[in-house]
Structure formats: C-alpha cells, structure tokens
C-alpha cells in the first residue's frame, strides 16, 4: 500500500461545475497537507494546505481534512479550462521531516 | 528575488558517466530535498537535508549521492549505479519553524541518457 493515494484520473468536468479530488494516507504522524497543482514539463505550486480536521476555503478552492478517515480532498467550484493541470497532494510529517506525495490527479476542465 | 535555482535545465548522460545536478537557494531556508519524477507519477523522494552537513536517505536514494557543505547549496550526483536516471528532477527547500510550511520547487532538471 502507498503511503499516499490520490483517486485515480483523468478526471474531466466541463466548465463551471465541481472537480473533486480525494487522498488518503497511512501514516497517522501526518501533521500538514497540502495540494500542489503541476502543469506539465513545470514544477508544482502550492494550491492550499490545511492541518485541522474540518474545511479550508479559499476563493474557488475547498480544502477538507478527516485526520480519523486519513482523508483529505480538494474541491474547485466553478472550474476553469486554466484548472486542467495535475494535482498532487502532499503530506508532511514533523518527526521525519519530509513530505510524501500522492502520484497526482490530472484534470480536464473542457470548455 | 529570493528563490531556488537549478542547473541546468537539460542534460544528458552517458553509459558509465556520473552527473551532478545543482540546486542553490537564496531563502536561508534549513531544509532542503530532492525528488524524482517519472512521467504521469508523482514526486518521489531521493535525499533530504535539514541541517548543514547532515542528511537523509529518502524512499529511492540508490544511486545517488548529496552534500550539504553549504547552507545554500544542495547538489545531487547521480551515479553510474543509477541504471534508469532518466527523469525530471526537482529541488525543493521549506522553513522548518512550523509544520504548515510549503515547498518552495526549482523550475527542475530533466536529465535523459544518451
């Protein structure tokens, strides 16, 4: 089993609905998470991070956290072509010192 | 600006030939990483250090190699061990002050072997 696992893509919304993107982990030591977003050939760059149980939201980006679960997902309301990119979620734990990441979720957003 | 750069952008490796790949940040960050990614997977960690002259194995350091002399510098070499290095390799440094600290990435190196 993966330490991180991301629902497996593609995954293609039209224009304006929800894309929604899920993870889970197996290491209870987690303390952060984050969601990267990579277009291709470029490096990733930080969508959002959250570390409490409960919602994050910020603009068209809802971050959710279920420590118990070990799940974390990210929703995109009203989604844009300019979403389509690959979504890696990432999570850190504090004693190891390092993150680990999901193998990511591509996302179509077809106009 | 602060940042982190890497070097060079493409190279290409030969049978036999051992590559370095350099990292510097500007951002007097503590921690820094290396990662590997090969296409349509995620990030896979290589090597990480969190202090000057001190690091770690991460989850596939076979056939690499790092040094931290400098608090800024991080540079990997990959080895002729490494039998199948080509791959797009990211840099990456955070803070180390608190755990909701991002990675701040290098625009990455894809090395490929001739």
């Known amino acids: 089993q993966k330490e991180v696992e991301q629902n497996s893509g593609p995954l293609s919304v039209p224009e304006g609905a929800i894309a929604s993107l899920n993870c889970t982990y197996s290491?209870?030591?987690?303390?952060?998470f984050f969601w990267y977003r990579q277009y291709s050939g470029k490096s990733p760059e930080l969508i959002m991070f959250i570390y409490s149980n409960g919602d994050k939201e910020d603009g068209r980006f809802t971050a959710q956290l279920n420590k118990a679960s070990q799940y974390v997902s990210l929703l995109i309301r009203d989604s844009q072509p300019s979403d389509s990119a690959t979504y890696l979620c990432a999570v850190y734990n504090t004693n190891a010192g390092k993150s680990t990441f999901g193998d990511g979720t591509t996302l179509t957003v077809k106009p | 600006d602060g940042g982190i750069t890497q070097s060079p952008k493409y190279l290409f490796r030969k049978e036999g030939q051992n590559v370095t790949l350099s990292c510097e940040q500007n951002?007097?960050?503590?921690?820094m990483y290396w990662y590997r990614q090969d296409p349509g997977q995620g990030l896979r960690l290589i090597y990480y250090s969190q202090i000057v002259n001190d690091f770690q194995k991460g989850d596939i350091a076979e056939g690499y190699s790092v040094s931290r002399e400098k608090k800024e510098s991080f540079p990997l070499t990959v080895t002729s061990a490494q039998k199948n290095p080509t791959a797009f390799y990211l840099c990456a440094s955070r803070r180390t002050s608190a755990t909701n600290e991002k990675l701040f990435f290098g625009s990455g190196t894809q090395l490929s072997v001739l």
């Open positions: 951002l007097n960050h503590d921690a």
């Open positions: 290491d209870r030591g987690s303390q952060s």
